[in-house]
């Protein structure tokens, strides 16, 4: 099945910066979830969207389900050294299939 | 605690031996699902499973068995007959598979190599 696609796939940026990473999908998705990955781990939920336009914060991030429901962003504020590590997006539509991106790998520089 | 548990965490099996990991979940969730990782990748579904004695195929069946004999069980068998079976292995539940309640909630991961 068709995965989302997911950018950047990577990001190098300075401790106290804030982040931007999208996922964008062909198909119309009714739930859009952002994960974080440790690596070795499994990945955490961070934050789950139900409806086109909203906007959810959990802290310093900030997620949005787009108008279209065919994209979602997320956003990281004053980035820290802890933030490090993958995060995934992944949407779900009606016959309850979830799809996944690539992720985005996240390094934050002291 | 509330959770999903795999084990091992490491697992090491040489080419034609079939494997068993374990994912066992305490959070009372209907539905239960296997993933494989691969670098650069996004995760793809391996089996999932709704309710207890039922299970469907996913993306890449192909290799793999499961059973659920029991709501807080969904082992995966990696068979012989899984072509690359070298991969980091996730399970994952949720309330439901309905997507209203799909909020997913992964265990920590097994890492499989085969020698």
């Not at chain 1, 990945?43 to 279209?68: C, D, H, M, W």
């Not at chain 2, 999903?4 to 090491?12: A, D, G, M, V």
């Not at chain 2, 080419?15 to 793809?44: F, I, K």
């Amino acid at each position: 099945g068709q995965q989302l696609n997911q950018s950047p796939q990577s990001m190098f940026i300075q401790e106290g910066e804030d982040v931007s990473m999208n996922c964008t999908s062909s198909s119309i998705f009714n739930t859009w979830l952002w994960y974080k990955q440790d690596p070795g781990e499994g990945p955490v939920l961070l934050i789950a969207l139900y409806k086109a336009g909203e906007l959810t914060s959990n802290g310093r991030l900030t997620a949005q389900f787009g108008i279209t429901r065919k994209d979602s962003f997320l956003n990281i504020s004053a980035s820290i050294p802890s933030d490090v590590g993958i995060y995934f997006c992944a949407g779900h539509s009606n016959n309850n299939d979830m799809r996944f991106g690539a992720g985005t790998r996240l390094t934050v520089k002291p | 605690d509330g959770g999903i548990t795999q084990s091992p965490k490491y697992l090491f099996r040489k080419e034609g031996q079939n494997v068993t990991l374990s994912c066992e979940q305490n959070l009372n969730h209907d539905a239960m699902y296997w993933y494989r990782q691969d670098p650069g990748q996004g995760l793809r579904l391996i089996y999932y499973s709704q309710i207890v004695n039922d299970f469907q195929k996913g993306d890449i069946a192909e290799g793999y068995s499961v059973s659920r004999e029991k709501k807080e069980s969904f082992p995966l068998t990696v068979t012989s007959a899984q072509k690359n079976p070298t991969a980091f292995y996730l399970c994952a539940s949720s309330t439901s598979s309905h997507w209203e309640l799909n909020e997913q909630f992964f265990g920590p991961g097994t890492r499989l190599t085969v020698l």
